[in-house]
């Protein structure tokens, strides 16, 4: 598919299983983020909305101003951090990369140094993004 061009009823349509779509204040600077950080690839970058995807997965990010007509924005804090309670988990991401790429990106806060988890059999780190989610970049171990 070319989420450069793909009609948005196509693109919809063509989104499956589970998907995540994160409502950002500042769309182009969480994209940013995403790439600096976690080696993503994003796709349509504007002030509204963005494609990214990690290992070929997309998920979407929309601006507050995109979802004004929707309930959700009513519950989100007017400051701070959002997403509060889910991890973003990208699997086969290097965490110790991962890490040390977010400790020097603005707005960027490393919650947990990369760590080997040896009952998960995971080597992971816990990265909040400039919107406040929390991305868990995790590799094998």
Do not use: W
Not at 5 to 20: K, Y
Not at 29 to 56: K, N, Q
């Amino acid at each position: 598919m070319d989420y450069e061009t793909v009609p948005a009823a196509d693109f919809g349509h063509a989104l499956s299983r589970i998907t995540l779509n994160l409502l950002c204040r500042d769309v182009p600077a969480e994209v940013a983020f995403l790439v600096a950080v976690f080696d993503l690839t994003a796709h349509r970058v504007s002030a509204d909305f963005a494609i990214v995807l990690h290992a070929g997965q997309p998920f979407q990010l929309h601006s507050d101003a995109a979802y004004a007509a929707h309930p959700l924005p009513a519950l989100l804090p007017e400051a701070g951090a959002r997403g509060a309670g889910i991890e973003i988990r990208l699997h086969e991401a290097d965490p110790d990369i991962a890490a040390a790429r977010a400790a020097a990106h603005p707005g960027a806060t490393v919650l947990q140094a990369p760590t080997d988890k040896p009952p998960h059999g995971l080597r992971e780190a816990v990265i909040l993004s400039p919107s406040g989610y929390a991305f868990v970049p995790s590799r094998r171990i």
